[in-house]
């Protein structure tokens, strides 16, 4: 048993009168010695439940960050005409709408906007499906690259993805308590501002309640991050609903914090979320997108990647943004991105 993380514990369990927050250094502390199961079992699983009963704060969350940048993978810097776009997306997947992130990435790499992705496998408790399925239905197979193999990947096409099980293991240890305790941990929400890369990045978070987005603010703030989104997406993600508006928030030097709420009837994009069907189901409709063919995906697909090309500097206006991401999409050039990136993860995986 550790003493250390008894203490800690003691800190975050002691009942809704009693129980006080943990420092960023305590928070740094205990995230690091679960990370490396310094805790016993009963230590960790009661951790989780407590602090989830509770909430974390916003400094918390920036401390288990900080241990999460000490312990776990980072991509160096690329050059690259603009900052990555670093994606936070639920790594429980999802449950009822298809997932846009995998078209967003590709339109944006394709507009020399690199993107990161992360995640793991089929997680608790939604058990939802996961993106590294979709990716491979799309013919490419992060799972099987190391870590040097997604850097170069990275570099070459503007593309990357961190897989938990592979590229961080202390993590990825940390996924059974989520299926025991039966509720996502602050461990979930903290990883939608995780961010992998070591060098400039546009933190992308998709959120569900607003005290979550607030937390977010107050953790990126401490934590030194200058360019960030948050949207109030599809379950959770960072994709843009069509049944509602898009509740978002931009973060930037110039700007400070600014809300924007944006209405899909005012673009032309108002209209039913495509539901979610089988992964080869929708890996095939992502491929049709990709051939420019329409379809009610291309428009879910139009609606967030304009959005994503204005916000990430590829566009001067939303309006641009949705023309430039049709574009791209009629004329071939994101399925050309999709090959290109085929062309340099295969040989690699075959090599392993």
């Given at each position: 048993m550790s003493h250390a993380f008894r203490e800690l514990l003691r800190k975050v369990g002691s009942g809704t009168h009693t129980s006080e927050p943990l420092t960023r250094e305590e928070a740094a502390a205990a995230t690091r010695m679960m990370l490396l199961q310094e805790a016993t079992p009963a230590q960790i699983g009661a951790f989780m439940i407590a602090h989830r009963i509770r909430r974390p704060t916003g400094t918390e969350l920036a401390g288990m960050l900080d241990a999460y940048e000490e312990l776990g993978p980072q991509l160096q810097p690329i050059a690259a005409a603009h900052p990555v776009t670093v994606m936070g997306i639920p790594y429980d997947g999802r449950s009822r709408t298809a997932p846009l992130s995998p078209l967003i990435a590709l339109i944006l790499a394709t507009a020399h906007c690199p993107v990161v992705m992360?995640?793991?496998?089929?997680?608790?408790?939604?058990?939802?499906?996961?993106?590294?399925?979709?990716?491979r239905g799309l013919g490419v197979d992060w799972s099987q690259l190391t870590l040097t193999q997604v850097q170069h990947v990275l570099a070459a096409t503007g593309l990357g993805f961190i897989y938990?099980?592979?590229?961080?293991p202390l993590a990825h240890g940390l996924v059974p308590y989520r299926e025991q305790i039966?509720?996502?941990?602050?461990?979930?929400?903290m990883e939608?501002?995780?961010?992998?890369?070591?060098?400039?990045?546009?933190?992308?978070?998709?959120?569900?309640?607003?005290?979550?987005?607030?937390?977010?603010q107050e953790a990126i703030a401490l934590r030194g991050i200058n360019h960030f989104t948050s949207v109030k997406g599809l379950e959770g993600s960072s994709d843009l609903p069509r049944e509602r508006t898009a509740i978002i928030g931009l973060g930037a030097p110039a700007i400070g914090f600014e809300r924007l709420h944006l209405h899909p009837r005012d673009y032309g994009f108002e209209g039913k979320n495509v539901a979610l069907d089988t992964t080869p189901t929708?890996?095939?409709?992502?491929?049709?997108?990709?051939?420019?063919?329409?379809?009610?995906?291309?428009?879910?697909?139009?609606?967030?990647?304009?959005?994503?090309?204005?916000?990430?500097?590829?566009c001067r206006s939303l309006e641009a943004g949705i023309q430039e991401a049709k574009r791209l999409l009629t004329e071939g050039?994101?399925?050309?991105?999709?090959?290109?990136?085929?062309?340099?993860?295969?040989?690699l995986q075959l090599a392993r």
């Open positions: 992360h995640g793991g496998d089929r997680m608790p408790t939604k058990e939802g499906e996961p993106l590294i399925d979709y990716w938990l099980p592979s590229h961080f039966g509720k996502r941990p602050p461990f979930a929400t939608l501002i995780w961010s992998p890369y070591a060098g400039e990045a546009h933190v992308v978070s998709g959120f569900v309640h607003p005290p979550t987005e607030l937390m977010f929708i890996a095939e409709a992502m491929k049709t997108v990709l051939q420019g063919q329409p379809s009610e995906l291309m428009q879910s697909t139009l609606w967030s990647g304009g959005f994503y090309l204005w916000r990430c500097g590829a050039l994101v399925l050309q991105k999709l090959r290109q990136l085929q062309q340099v993860a295969t040989p």
